[in-house]
């Protein structure tokens, strides 16, 4: 979610997930923005853990150094956000990001991104592409 028409977004995780242990340690993270050509890959990489194995090499990305954090962007995205911690509202499990750099690469082909639904479907330009059957066969019992 967007906070205001500041560069501060808001994600919710928590404590049974990897991420959320590497964002709490690092204070940092870059939000990569896919085009819907990814989209196989985006639900690779959300169906599997990060404490298991590379993404970036599982998923044959390319992972390019930040100006800001740490954190690597991918190269194949359409854009990519780098962040800062500013909050975790440990109730909810939200955490609040300050974007302090952002990139878009203009150049590439497929500019269309993605909208997860939250179902195992995502909305392209308003159509419904569904991968219900493919997040259900990779989901592990525990991450």
């Known amino acids: 979610m967007v ?20 964002l709490k340690k690092t204070k940092e993270c870059v939000l990569a923005i896919p085009g819907v ?4 890959k985006v639900v690779g990489i959300g169906t599997c853990c990060g404490k298991d194995g ?4 599982r998923f044959s990305l390319t992972p390019v150094k930040g100006r800001q954090v740490v954190a ?3 190269t194949e995205c359409l854009a990519n956000i780098e962040c800062r911690v500013v909050d975790i509202v440990k109730k909810h499990n939200i ?3 300050e974007g302090v750099a952002a990139y878009v690469d203009a ?3 497929e500019q269309r991104t993605i909208h ?13 592409l569904d991968r219900k059957k ?7 019992a525990a991450c």
């Not at 590379?54 to 090499?57: A, L, M, N």
């Not at 997860?116 to 419904?128: L, P, R, Y």
């Open 3 to 22: 906070n205001d028409f500041t560069p501060v977004f808001a994600l919710t995780t928590g404590p049974w997930n990897h991420s959320f242990a590497a």
């Open 37 to 40: 050509d990814l989209l196989d």
């Open 54 to 57: 590379d993404k970036f090499e």
């Open 72 to 74: 690597p962007l991918i």
């Open 95 to 97: 955490v609040l990001l």
């Open 107 to 109: 150049a590439r082909k």
């Open 116 to 128: 997860a639904v939250g179902d195992g479907t995502f909305i392209v330009d308003g159509s419904k």
């Open 134 to 140: 493919l997040m259900r066969s990779k989901i592990p």
